[in-house]
């Protein structure tokens, strides 16, 4: 079966990084997507990854290895709005996202 | 353009009445997408429109659910008969693309929740 996994909760300090991690195992991958989630909002795309390595956008970057079937999130110079929870997703053989059930980000100040 | 819009946002409704809800796209995005998410859980895929072709229907779309893209625009899911096992966020996304190729990124709406009493 193809399956996703994320912490179910991860707590961390303003101003402090985070990494989140995400691994799958999917049939087939074409890309893997990382969402943000606001309680009782819409998803927000955050990033993309389909060739390994390191995405950076701001305070936001994305890792992939695909031999490993891994991923994280890493956000860096935490906010309190940063609370959220965070869902990594796959893209599989049939172009179809597969989604983790989502780590929820606890910001303390 | 305001991005993805879903009407209702919220519903109750008693066990075995019919509910119906609607997801206006962007207007340039030609693929809709319907998912449905339980609280503590990612977003499980419905069924997906290119233009107003309905491609594909998850198994988890019983008989009971029906969905429609007319002239390829908005987009309305109803749900016949609900059960309380129907209690849930119905989340409607679009995207643009001519291929799947490349991120194919999805825009939410911010949601339709459904209770069944």
């Known amino acids: 079966g193809q399956n996703i996994d994320q912490p179910t909760e991860m707590t961390a300090t303003e101003g402090a990084i985070v990494q989140i991690n995400c691994t799958y195992q999917?049939?087939?991958?074409?890309?893997l997507f990382w969402y943000q989630q606001h309680a009782g909002e819409a998803p927000t795309f955050l990033s993309y990854?389909?060739l390994d390595g390191l995405e950076e956008k701001g305070r936001f970057s994305s890792f992939l290895s695909r031999s490993k079937g891994y991923s994280y999130l890493l956000l860096k110079e935490l906010q309190m709005k940063d609370s959220a929870s965070y869902l990594c997703a796959v893209r599989d053989s049939n172009y179809q996202l597969i989604w983790g059930a989502g780590t929820k980000l606890i910001i303390k100040p | 353009d305001t991005g993805v819009s879903q009407d209702p946002r919220h519903k109750i409704t008693k066990r075995g009445q019919n509910v119906t809800f609607r997801c206006d796209p962007i207007?340039?995005?030609?693929?809709l997408y319907w998912y449905r998410q339980t609280l503590g859980q990612g977003p499980e895929f419905l069924t997906y429109?290119?233009?107003?072709?309905?491609?594909?229907k998850s198994r988890l779309l019983s008989d009971r659910f029906s969905a429609e893209r007319p002239k390829g625009s908005f987009s309305t899911l109803e749900i016949q008969r609900t059960e309380q096992g129907d209690s849930a966020m119905y989340l409607c996304?679009?995207?643009?693309?001519?291929?799947?190729?490349?991120?194919?990124?999805?825009?939410f709406g911010a949601g339709s929740r459904l209770t069944v009493l």
């Open positions: 999917t049939s087939g991958f074409n890309g």
């Open positions: 207007s340039e995005h030609n693929r």
């Open positions: 990854n389909v």
């Open positions: 429109f290119q233009n107003e072709a309905q491609l594909e």
């Open positions: 996304a679009s995207s643009l693309g001519s291929s799947f190729s490349g991120a194919n990124v999805l825009t």
